[in-house]
Protein backbone atom coordinates (compact mmCIF):
# COMPACT_ATOMS: atom_id res chain seq x y z
CA UNK A 1 0.00 0.00 0.00
CA UNK A 2 1.24 3.68 -0.38
CA UNK A 3 1.96 5.75 2.28
CA UNK A 4 2.84 9.46 2.18
CA UNK A 5 5.32 11.12 4.78
CA UNK A 6 5.82 15.01 5.59
CA UNK A 7 8.03 16.86 8.23
CA UNK A 8 8.51 18.42 9.94
CA UNK A 9 4.70 18.21 11.37
CA UNK A 10 5.23 21.29 13.20
CA UNK A 11 7.64 24.52 13.23
CA UNK A 12 7.66 27.54 13.94
CA UNK A 13 9.92 30.23 12.26
CA UNK A 14 10.87 33.87 12.47
CA UNK A 15 10.45 36.17 9.85
CA UNK A 16 13.41 36.09 7.12
CA UNK A 17 14.30 32.47 8.00
CA UNK A 18 14.91 29.67 5.32
CA UNK A 19 12.41 26.72 4.98
CA UNK A 20 12.75 24.06 4.06
CA UNK A 21 9.60 21.05 3.77
CA UNK A 22 9.71 17.70 2.77
CA UNK A 23 7.44 14.92 1.70
CA UNK A 24 7.88 11.56 0.26
CA UNK A 25 5.71 8.31 -1.17
CA UNK A 26 6.55 5.28 -0.41
CA UNK A 27 4.88 2.18 -2.29
CA UNK A 28 4.26 3.83 -5.84
CA UNK A 29 6.77 5.34 -8.53
CA UNK A 30 6.16 8.01 -11.06
CA UNK A 31 3.60 9.73 -8.93
CA UNK A 32 1.97 13.27 -9.42
CA UNK A 33 3.37 15.17 -6.77
CA UNK A 34 1.20 18.44 -5.27
CA UNK A 35 2.11 21.08 -2.36
CA UNK A 36 -1.21 23.01 -0.50
CA UNK A 37 -1.25 25.63 1.55
CA UNK A 38 -4.34 25.92 4.07
CA UNK A 39 -4.52 29.35 5.99
CA UNK A 40 -6.79 29.45 8.89
CA UNK A 41 -10.04 29.39 8.12
CA UNK A 42 -9.47 29.02 4.59
CA UNK A 43 -9.59 26.50 2.01
CA UNK A 44 -6.99 24.64 0.13
CA UNK A 45 -5.38 26.50 -2.06
CA UNK A 46 -2.62 24.32 -4.44
CA UNK A 47 0.83 25.89 -4.54
CA UNK A 48 3.08 23.63 -6.90
CA UNK A 49 2.56 20.18 -9.02
CA UNK A 50 4.98 18.18 -10.36
CA UNK A 51 4.33 15.22 -13.20
CA UNK A 52 7.93 13.52 -12.35
CA UNK A 53 11.44 14.32 -11.56
CA UNK A 54 12.66 18.03 -12.10
CA UNK A 55 9.20 18.93 -13.39
CA UNK A 56 7.96 21.55 -11.08
CA UNK A 57 4.88 24.08 -12.28
CA UNK A 58 3.91 26.81 -10.10
CA UNK A 59 0.21 27.78 -9.64
CA UNK A 60 0.22 30.91 -7.87
CA UNK A 61 3.58 33.41 -7.70
CA UNK A 62 4.79 33.52 -3.96
CA UNK A 63 7.39 33.79 -1.73
CA UNK A 64 7.87 29.57 -2.06
CA UNK A 65 9.68 27.05 -4.37
CA UNK A 66 9.14 23.29 -4.80
CA UNK A 67 11.49 20.90 -6.08
CA UNK A 68 11.43 17.31 -6.81
CA UNK A 69 14.89 15.86 -6.58
CA UNK A 70 14.21 12.52 -6.97
CA UNK A 71 10.74 10.37 -7.71
CA UNK A 72 8.89 10.33 -5.02
CA UNK A 73 10.62 13.18 -2.89
CA UNK A 74 9.37 16.42 -3.00
CA UNK A 75 10.05 19.63 -0.97
CA UNK A 76 9.27 22.87 -0.68
CA UNK A 77 11.17 25.91 0.06
CA UNK A 78 11.98 29.58 0.89
CA UNK A 79 15.24 31.87 1.07
CA UNK A 80 12.99 34.01 3.38
CA UNK A 81 9.74 33.51 5.17
CA UNK A 82 7.18 36.29 5.46
CA UNK A 83 4.46 36.48 7.88
CA UNK A 84 1.72 35.43 5.36
CA UNK A 85 3.92 31.96 4.61
CA UNK A 86 2.19 30.83 8.32
CA UNK A 87 -0.24 27.81 7.06
CA UNK A 88 -1.02 24.28 7.08
CA UNK A 89 1.19 22.50 4.61
CA UNK A 90 -0.33 19.95 2.88
CA UNK A 91 1.89 17.72 0.38
CA UNK A 92 -1.12 14.95 -2.12
CA UNK A 93 -0.05 12.66 -4.88
CA UNK A 94 -2.15 10.80 -7.25
CA UNK A 95 -1.52 8.17 -10.19
CA UNK A 96 -2.63 8.81 -13.58
CA UNK A 97 -4.52 11.64 -12.53
CA UNK A 98 -6.67 10.34 -10.37
CA UNK A 99 -7.87 10.23 -6.60
CA UNK A 100 -5.85 12.50 -4.59
CA UNK A 101 -4.33 11.65 -1.25
CA UNK A 102 -2.88 13.98 1.47
CA UNK A 103 -0.17 13.59 3.63
CA UNK A 104 -0.73 14.53 7.43
CA UNK A 105 0.54 17.95 7.10
CA UNK A 106 2.93 20.57 8.45
CA UNK A 107 1.62 23.13 10.46
CA UNK A 108 4.27 26.56 9.90
CA UNK A 109 4.06 29.48 12.52
CA UNK A 110 5.84 32.28 11.14
CA UNK A 111 6.49 34.79 13.90
CA UNK B 1 -18.65 33.60 -8.37
CA UNK B 2 -16.05 30.91 -6.40
CA UNK B 3 -15.52 27.88 -8.26
CA UNK B 4 -16.92 25.28 -5.93
CA UNK B 5 -19.09 26.71 -3.17
CA UNK B 6 -20.25 25.45 0.40
CA UNK B 7 -22.06 26.32 3.29
CA UNK B 8 -19.44 26.83 5.88
CA UNK B 9 -22.45 25.86 8.40
CA UNK B 10 -22.08 24.79 11.28
CA UNK B 11 -25.18 21.98 10.04
CA UNK B 12 -25.99 20.45 13.64
CA UNK B 13 -27.53 17.16 13.24
CA UNK B 14 -28.92 14.78 16.19
CA UNK B 15 -26.88 11.59 16.35
CA UNK B 16 -29.00 8.77 13.90
CA UNK B 17 -30.22 11.25 11.87
CA UNK B 18 -29.16 12.43 7.85
CA UNK B 19 -26.87 14.76 7.02
CA UNK B 20 -26.96 16.27 3.54
CA UNK B 21 -24.24 18.43 2.50
CA UNK B 22 -24.26 20.25 -0.30
CA UNK B 23 -21.80 21.46 -2.75
CA UNK B 24 -22.04 23.63 -6.67
CA UNK B 25 -19.18 24.54 -9.03
CA UNK B 26 -19.05 26.72 -11.86
CA UNK B 27 -17.01 24.72 -14.29
CA UNK B 28 -19.27 23.25 -16.14
CA UNK B 29 -16.74 20.83 -17.74
CA UNK B 30 -15.87 19.12 -14.96
CA UNK B 31 -15.75 15.43 -14.84
CA UNK B 32 -14.20 14.31 -11.05
CA UNK B 33 -15.97 15.11 -8.12
CA UNK B 34 -14.54 14.24 -4.55
CA UNK B 35 -15.11 14.60 -0.96
CA UNK B 36 -13.25 14.88 1.58
CA UNK B 37 -13.34 14.67 5.39
CA UNK B 38 -10.95 16.78 7.85
CA UNK B 39 -10.71 16.77 11.36
CA UNK B 40 -9.73 19.60 12.91
CA UNK B 41 -5.59 20.10 13.00
CA UNK B 42 -5.33 16.55 11.13
CA UNK B 43 -5.32 16.37 7.11
CA UNK B 44 -7.72 16.22 4.56
CA UNK B 45 -8.90 12.20 4.01
CA UNK B 46 -10.63 11.24 1.10
CA UNK B 47 -14.65 9.35 1.88
CA UNK B 48 -16.29 9.48 -1.75
CA UNK B 49 -15.53 10.20 -5.23
CA UNK B 50 -18.01 10.44 -8.02
CA UNK B 51 -17.87 10.58 -12.19
CA UNK B 52 -21.17 10.29 -13.45
CA UNK B 53 -24.46 11.56 -12.84
CA UNK B 54 -26.60 9.39 -10.06
CA UNK B 55 -25.87 7.89 -6.89
CA UNK B 56 -22.63 6.50 -5.36
CA UNK B 57 -22.92 4.57 -2.33
CA UNK B 58 -20.14 3.45 -0.23
CA UNK B 59 -21.57 2.23 3.69
CA UNK B 60 -23.03 5.14 5.29
CA UNK B 61 -21.98 7.61 3.00
CA UNK B 62 -24.12 8.44 -0.31
CA UNK B 63 -22.33 11.04 -3.01
CA UNK B 64 -24.99 12.05 -5.38
CA UNK B 65 -24.05 14.36 -8.90
CA UNK B 66 -26.08 16.54 -10.72
CA UNK B 67 -23.87 17.77 -14.27
CA UNK B 68 -26.71 19.46 -15.54
CA UNK B 69 -27.32 21.56 -12.13
CA UNK B 70 -23.38 21.47 -11.29
CA UNK B 71 -24.18 19.97 -8.02
CA UNK B 72 -23.06 17.51 -6.27
CA UNK B 73 -24.10 16.04 -2.56
CA UNK B 74 -23.07 14.00 0.31
CA UNK B 75 -25.67 12.06 2.09
CA UNK B 76 -24.30 10.66 5.83
CA UNK B 77 -26.94 7.89 7.19
CA UNK B 78 -27.11 6.68 10.88
CA UNK B 79 -24.89 10.28 11.71
CA UNK B 80 -22.65 9.43 14.21
CA UNK B 81 -20.59 12.28 16.73
CA UNK B 82 -17.63 10.81 15.53
CA UNK B 83 -18.73 12.21 11.74
CA UNK B 84 -18.12 15.55 13.36
CA UNK B 85 -15.28 17.46 11.02
CA UNK B 86 -15.13 19.63 8.27
CA UNK B 87 -16.15 18.15 4.60
CA UNK B 88 -14.32 19.40 1.61
CA UNK B 89 -16.41 19.24 -1.64
CA UNK B 90 -13.39 18.97 -4.36
CA UNK B 91 -14.26 19.37 -8.30
CA UNK B 92 -11.33 18.99 -10.84
CA UNK B 93 -11.43 21.81 -13.16
CA UNK B 94 -10.94 19.89 -16.46
CA UNK B 95 -7.48 21.20 -16.73
CA UNK B 96 -5.33 18.56 -18.40
CA UNK B 97 -4.44 17.33 -15.31
CA UNK B 98 -5.55 16.59 -11.58
CA UNK B 99 -5.83 20.25 -10.75
CA UNK B 100 -8.83 20.15 -7.65
CA UNK B 101 -10.54 22.67 -6.33
CA UNK B 102 -11.97 22.89 -2.87
CA UNK B 103 -14.54 24.70 -1.21
CA UNK B 104 -13.88 26.06 2.06
CA UNK B 105 -15.62 23.33 3.80
CA UNK B 106 -18.69 22.18 5.69
CA UNK B 107 -18.06 22.43 9.39
CA UNK B 108 -20.59 19.13 10.80
CA UNK B 109 -21.61 18.89 14.35
CA UNK B 110 -23.65 15.35 14.93
CA UNK B 111 -24.54 15.77 18.74
CA UNK B 112 -25.50 12.81 21.04
Known amino acids: SQTIHQWPATLVQPVGSPLSLECTVEGTSNPNLYWYRQAAGRGLQLLFY??????ISSEVPQNLSASRPQDRQFILSSKKLLLSDSGFYLC??????????FGPGTRLTVL | QKEVEQNSGPLSVPEGAIASLNCTYS??????FFWYRQYSGKSPELIMSIYSNGDKEDGRFTAQLNKASQYVSLLIRDSQPSDSATYLC????????????FGTGTRLLVSP
Open chain 2, 27 to 32: DRGSQS
Open chain 1, 92 to 101: AWDFSYNEQF
Open chain 2, 90 to 101: AVNMNTGFQKLV
Open chain 1, 50 to 55: SVGIGQ
